[in-house]
């Protein structure tokens, strides 16, 4: 069991930068691959990127590669998403996700692939 905590949310201009960052409790974090969600009212959760168990390998949905990037510190549990150049639609409610099981090097996309959820964090881009 790992619990997961979001933060760094908030409200940025467009063309703004903000990090958000996914704790999680557990000594077990380096054997997690982790995952940004995000959603917007009455839309479905939509996969923003994903890092594997090693950290060694990652993948971003087309919306946001080249802007975003995630990392995950196993020494501090911790998942970050580094999110530059944000534009309007960026704006949503973000969640991490953990997944325990499958290959060190394997990345996940669907929210069924995850077993665990934080609570989100609210990012909003203004025009």
């Known amino acids: 069991q790992v619990q997961l905590v979001e933060s760094g949310g908030g409200l940025v201009q467009a063309g703004g930068s903000l990090r958000l960052s996914c704790a999680a409790s557990?000594?077990?974090?380096?054997?997690?691959?982790m995952g940004w969600f995000r959603q917007v009212p009455g839309k479905e959760r939509e996969f923003v990127a994903s890092i594997s168990r090693s950290g060694g390998n990652t993948y971003y949905d087309d919306s946001v590669r080249g802007r975003f990037t995630i990392s995950k510190d196993d020494a501090k549990n911790t998942v970050y998403v580094q999110m530059s150049s944000l534009k309007p639609d960026d704006t949503a409610v973000y969640y991490c996700?953990?997944?325990?099981?499958?290959?060190?090097?394997?990345?996940?996309?669907?929210?069924?692939?995850?077993?665990?959820w934080g609570q989100g964090t609210q990012v909003n881009v203004s025009s």
């Open positions: 557990g000594r077990t974090f380096r054997t997690y691959a």
């Open positions: 996700a953990a997944r325990a099981s499958g290959g060190s090097g394997s990345y996940y996309l669907l929210p069924l692939d995850y077993s665990y």
